[in-house]
C-alpha cells in the first residue's frame, strides 16, 4: 500500500483479509478489520516505527511486531506500520533483537524501540566497545545519548481488535 492522508477501504479490506487468512493458517489469535488497519496506520503519522524513514506517498507494509510463527497475536496493538526494508530485515526475528539491531546502527530510537528495550530490560545507551586489550569485560564504553530516557512508551490497549 502507499501511506496517504486517506486510505482507500477497498484496499485496506484486502489487506486485513490477507492478514487474517495468514493469521488463521499460523493457529494465531485475533481478527483484523479495514477501519481497525486504518486507524492504526493513521497513528504511525506516515513514518516507519521502526527506523522512522518518512512514508508519504510510499510503499508501506504493516508488521506484526511479535511475528504469528512466534505465538504473536492477529490484532492491531502488534502491528506497525514499517517501511519495507525494515519489514524484510525483521522477518522472524524476536522483535527486543531486532530493535537493538537497529538501535546500534543508528544510534536513535524510535518510540517503538525505545518501548522494546524497557519493556525487555535491555539497556541500550551504552555500547561497550568490542575488543579490550588483555581483559575480561571491555574497558571503555560510548555514551549514545541521553535523549534515550525522555522518549514516552506506547500505550496501545489489546482491545480485541
Known amino acids: 500500500m502507499i501511506y ?19 493469521a488463521g493458517r499460523a493457529g494465531a489469535a485475533g481478527r483484523l478489520t479495514a477501519s481497525g488497519l486504518r486507524d492504526r496506520i493513521l497513528e504511525s503519522g506516515g513514518r516507519c516505527e521502526w527506523c522512522a524513514v518518512d512514508l508519504w506517498r510510499r510503499d508501506f507494509e504493516l508488521d506484526h511486531i511479535v511475528s504469528l510463527k512466534r505465538g504473536g497475536a492477529n490484532r492491531a496493538a502488534n502491528l506497525v ?38 519493556q525487555h530490560g535491555i539497556e541500550a545507551r551504552r555500547q561497550m566497545t568490542l575488543f579490550a586489550e588483555g581483559a575480561r569485560e571491555p574497558a571503555t564504553s560510548v555514551d549514545l545519548g541521553a535523549h534515550v530516557n525522555a522518549i514516552p512508551p506506547y500505550t496501545w490497549a489489546e482491545n480485541g481488535s
Not at 496517504?4 to 495468514?22: I, K, M, S, T, V
Not at 538501535?103 to 528495550?117: D, H, N
Request: proline letters at 5%; aromatic letters at 6%; a positive charge.
Open 81 to 118: 506500520v514499517a517501511c519495507p526494508d525494515c519489514n524484510r530485515r525483521k522477518s522472524q526475528k524476536h522483535p527486543a533483537r531486532f530493535a537493538a539491531e537497529l538501535f546500534r546502527e543508528r544510534g536513535c530510537q524510535t518510540p517503538l524501540i525505545a518501548r522494546l528495550l524497557r
Open 4 to 22: 496517504a492522508d486517506r486510505l482507500d477501504e477497498g484496499a485496506l479490506a484486502g489487506y486485513a483479509a490477507a492478514l487474517n487468512a495468514r
